[in-house]
């Protein structure tokens, strides 16, 4: 017999490794015949004429592969308790893969589905598994891949991805340092279960335990390896989480005397581990902190602060604490986040370490331009606000959030609050231009949100009522309910599709005034209008809508706004 | 038999219905009679294979060399007796619902 080309020889070690991939009954039992058979098929090929006969031949046994793996590790073996077959399994792994896998298409929308019924169908699955068939080690490993694949679509959510200690850059990072222990656990009910099913007293042999105690033993030594590698895994799996929280904690560098970019604090309790380590950022302009870290200076690098700086930056810490203080006696209305400047001063140490510090920083500038509105100077308002938007948008270009990048845009939605605000009092011409020229500068996640706020204080800035629509409120709901999304950005978009439309004759059929009632969203009229052909539900906020009519003129004036 | 046979099992004991083949001699069988219609690669062949062995409608025939193939041993199959009953079964049906396709389309 002719020995069989390189080519065919390396199709063939490959399909053997394939075959590795089946039970291993069946491969004792069908693996060398497989292999045998592909020789064959393949010996024939290279007879043929055809050129390509014996990649095809490889593609097609290949091809095969999976499903036919899939069918045989998914078939329950026979049970010595009259459930011969539990196909029930098969399908709902099948189920629960198809949820994951979907979750992954579309993670805006099935997100937390796959996660929520990952959890469930897990417990059940191996429970109920390791009940009928005294076998779990595959339905595990099944389990564990959906439950990841659900998982995945996490990495999408913004607000999901805060990191604990700086180590968890990057999908790998938040996998490690925020699932692990998650997956982890999944190995304790396998080996308490195991344990169970091994030491089985009273309880255990009655409810638990299947087999007899021959049955038992046998289970048992053919199991004795997975046991071991769960074991080993499961260390792994807890040293991988471990190892960086407890470094991270032993280094804590808030802990002690605190020197961050040159700024030194002294006595920080080691009670806050959540702090990213900066070390270098660009910031325009100027920002005032409570610790006046960023105080009238451009904030290069630690290299630049010397004692005179942090001398400076002190006292500017103690002005901004007396201004503060001053400010937590105002009305809370005007105090965007009350709460949180009351209740986390320890965040103040942090300043741009992380997302809230610098929500912080950024409402008491905004405070500071409320306050200037309120004694009637406008333009120092729009100043103010125009700097966080400023800063907004190089914090969102600097990296530093590599997960929260929706924060920046808070603030800046915040910061067109005031704009919008101030317009009413009036602003010159100078500021306006100024306004508008910040209006597109912030793009990152929620974009569509941030375009929408933009457009609220694009009207308020053409002298129009504000009706109906409150940008901020969409910010709340993107920011932390991922299904509010959809509907935020659709809005977004539909904003900007009527912008676009504006510059065409505006027509507005006199039955359509007044078509929409009070308890209408502003959301639904303008899905109507653009003929999606559907209604949207918009329950979470009840503002009471504006017509079509006034939809599109503000649109068209929104638009003029912006082209000159 | 309670439940029918899929076509991929009804091909392979078609292609065993007159004598005993090895893996390979069955997949080129099931290809000659479906007109190369159904092609069976190894994955398909020996799943459907083990099913058949575990239902008891095939059975093991030993094992030896193939002499248009070379000298390696092969395994052999042939039907059992309950498989030729249910092939036979599924012939009947089958040309039941052909006798009956016919006839109304005619």
Known sequence: ?564 | MAQHLGSQSFAILLALSDGERHGYDIMRQVALDSDHRLALGPATLYTSLKRLLDDGLLEEAGERADEEMGDARRKYYRLSNVGKNVLAEEADRAKKFAHLAHRRLA
């Open chain 1, 1 to 564: 017999v002719k020995k069989l080309s390189p080519q065919s020889q390396s199709y063939l070690r490959a399909f053997k490794g394939w075959l590795r991939w089946y039970p291993a009954e069946f491969q004792t039992r069908f693996g060398g015949e497989m292999l045998q058979l592909l020789e064959d098929q393949l010996r024939d090929a290279e007879k043929a004429d055809d050129p390509y006969a014996i990649r095809e031949t490889y593609a097609h046994a290949v091809i095969e592969l999976p499903l036919s793996i899939a069918r045989e590790r998914l078939s329950v073996p026979l049970s010595s308790h009259g459930i011969s077959q539990w196909r029930a399994f098969s399908y709902a792994y099948l189920l629960f893969a198809g949820v994951a896998a979907l979750g992954f298409i579309f993670p805006d929308t099935l997100f937390g589905i796959p996660v929520s019924s990952g959890f469930f169908a897990a417990g059940a699955l191996i429970f109920a598994s390791w009940k009928f068939t005294g076998r779990f080690a595959t339905s595990f490993f099944l389990v564990v891949l959906g439950f990841l694949a659900g998982l995945g679509t996490t990495a999408l959510v913004a607000s999901w991805g805060l990191d604990s200690n700086g180590f968890a850059y990057g999908l790998l990072g938040q996998f490690l340092v925020y699932w692990a222990p998650i997956i982890a656990a999944f190995f304790v009910p396998y080996l308490v279960l195991f344990w169970l099913k091994t030491h089985p007293g009273r309880f255990g042999r009655k409810v638990l335990a299947n087999l007899s105690p021959e049955e038992l033993e046998a289970w048992t030594a053919a199991n004795a390896r997975k046991r071991r590698i769960a074991i080993r895994t499961a260390w792994a799996i807890l040293a991988i989480v471990a190892i960086p929280n407890a470094y991270g904690y032993f280094n804590d560098p808030y802990g002690g005397d605190v020197s961050s970019l040159g700024l030194v604090v002294k006595d920080v309790p080691r009670d806050q581990n959540s702090y990213y380590v900066l070390e270098s950022v660009e910031l325009p302009g100027s920002v005032v902190g409570p610790n006046g870290s960023l105080v009238n200076s451009k904030y290069v690098s630690g290299a630049d602060w010397n004692e005179a700086t942090v001398s400076a930056q002190l006292a500017e810490t103690a002005r901004q604490r007396a201004r503060f203080a001053e400010a937590a006696a105002l009305p809370a209305y005007e105090i965007p986040d009350r709460d949180q400047l009351l209740n986390s001063p320890d965040m103040w140490l942090t300043p741009l370490h992380d997302p809230e510090p610098t929500h912080t920083l950024s409402d008491l500038v905004l405070l500071d331009g409320r306050r200037a509105l309120r004694a009637g100077d406008a333009a120092y308002a729009v100043d103010r606000a125009l700097e966080v938007v400023s800063v907004s948008k190089a914090v969102s270009d600097s990296d530093v959030f590599f997960s929260e990048q929706s924060l920046p845009l808070r603030e800046e939605a915040k910061a067109f609050e005031l704009i919008a605000d101030a317009a009413k009092a009036g602003i010159d011409d100078r500021q306006k231009a100024a306004v508008i020229a910040a209006l597109p500068t912030v793009s990152r996640l929620n974009e569509d949100a941030n375009r929408a706020m933009r457009w609220e204080a694009a009207v308020q800035l053409s002298g129009l009522p504000k009706r109906g629509f409150d940008g901020a409120s969409y910010y709340g709901y993107a920011l932390f309910f991922p299904y509010a999304y959809q509907p935020n950005r659709t809005a977004g978009m539909l904003i900007s599709k009527v912008a676009a439309d504006a510059a065409a004759p505006l027509t507005c059929p006199a039955d359509t005034a007044g078509q929409y009632g009070a308890e209408s969203s502003w959301v639904s009229v303008y899905l109507t209008y653009n003929g999606l052909g559907k209604e949207f539900s918009t329950y979470w906020y009840g503002k009471p809508s504006i017509n079509q009519c006034a939809v599109l003129a503000q649109a068209k004036t929104v638009d003029e706004l912006l082209r000159n």
